[in-house]
């Protein structure tokens, strides 16, 4: 982080419980304006000396926004809108109101049923999620289900070697594309030339982070411009990763293309390389009708073989799976076995919505 994140945190870590709560709860809410009579709550008191303890302390601001379009947009009702300005036509749309408002303000000393609040350094929540979630999009329920003990927290080493970032260029990238990714949900995804002009704002990433990001994005944009026939955009976004489904839909746009040599050639690849048993199934089932288009034999049946260890064990005191256990542990590793409860634990998995990732 840098010198003002930190001084941030620091000052933070200065305020009133209370104060830190209220802070949150507008932090974690949608925008950076908010009411006043909207902050209503009784476990944290006073909420008016609370807001003006965090004015003082620079983490938000008690004034108007400096225009009538941003008012009316963002903070007032209708009604509200209609009393403040009532020679505007009340039959329009809101929207409509607000087009026809005046560039500035008439009167600085504007009278509301609420005090107008403006949220300073919006932008610290996704960057501090990030740094400790290692995503932007975490739920802060989790902690609510952790002090009730329905959810526990896997404990793991937080070190220099462990970090996910190593620099602030990474952090900085993966904020970038994260960003762009969930702009891209607002985008006409149909429409050919808009997702173009998306795929030409795509960042070069930095990190494995970032990489990994970068990847899915990319994979997004290139499907959905394969969808809409820009073959030739969408297989110069595939080719720019190797994360599934890239080398099955470059195999599937060059088949479509009429160019079965050059399909054949990544089919063969995902065949002798696969990064997947997904992938591996999918090469098979592609490289069948190829070669017969080609004129060239079936190929046979491949097995795929992932590598194997062997090794041996004296069982005379332990069961094998322990005893698999014990030996993998004494190389270093951190092993576990279970029995019967794996694929149960992936089905509640699947079935809560939670999946414990590696990252």
């Avoid at 908010?34 to 902050?39: A, G, H, P, V, Y």
């Avoid at 008439?106 to 107008?116: A, G, Q």
């Avoid at 070697?161 to 993966?174: C, D, L």
């Avoid at 990319?218 to 080719?239: M, Q, S, T, W």
């Amino acid at each position: 982080m840098d010198a003002y994140e930190r001084n941030w945190l620091e000052r933070f870590y200065a305020l009133e419980e209370d104060e830190q709560c209220l802070l949150i709860r507008m932090m974690t809410r949608k925008g950076e304006w908010f009411r006043s009579d909207k902050l209503i709550y009784p476990e944290l008191g006073a909420t008016e000396q609370l807001l003006n303890k965090l004015e003082l302390a620079g983490f938000i601001g008690l004034t108007l926004p400096n225009s009538p379009h941003v008012l009316a947009d963002k903070l007032l009702t209708k009604p509200e809108l209609l009393s403040i300005y009532p020679e505007i036509p009340k039959a329009l749309r809101k929207s409509q109101l607000i087009d026809l408002l005046p560039e500035q303000f008439e009167n600085s000393t504007l009278s509301l049923p609420f005090t107008p609040i403006k949220l300073i350094d919006n932008d610290k929540l996704p960057l501090f999620c990030l740094l400790f979630f290692g995503n932007r999009h975490q739920e802060f329920a989790q902690f609510v289900l952790e002090n009730l003990g329905i959810h526990t927290f896997e404990q793991y080493e937080v070190s220099t070697k462990t970090r996910i970032f190593h620099s602030r260029q990474e952090i900085i990238s993966s904020l970038a594309i994260g960003e762009l990714a969930a702009s891209y949900e607002e985008i006409d995804r149909k429409s050919q030339q808009a997702l173009q002009n998306f795929s030409k704002l795509i960042p070069v990433p930095h990190g494995k982070h970032a990489s990994r990001s970068y990847n899915k994005l990319v994979n997004l944009v290139a499907r959905d411009l394969e969808r809409v026939g820009a073959f030739d955009d969408a297989l110069d976004l595939f080719r720019q990763t190797v994360t599934p489904p890239s080398r099955e839909r470059q195999a599937r746009i060059l088949k479509a293309q009429a160019k079965l040599e050059d399909a054949k050639k990544i089919v063969d690849t995902m065949l002798e390389s696969p990064l997947s048993i997904d992938e591996f199934e999918v090469a098979e089932r592609l490289s069948a009708p190829l070669c017969k288009a080609l004129g060239k034999p079936k190929p046979k049946t491949t097995r795929l073989s992932p590598p194997e260890v062997h090794r041996k064990f004296d069982l005379s005191a332990n069961r094998v799976e322990l005893a698999v256990v014990d030996a993998l542990n004494n190389e270093g590793w951190q092993a576990f076995y279970l029995e019967n409860q794996f694929s149960k634990h992936l089905v509640w998995a699947r079935f809560l919505g939670h999946f414990i990732c590696s990252c």
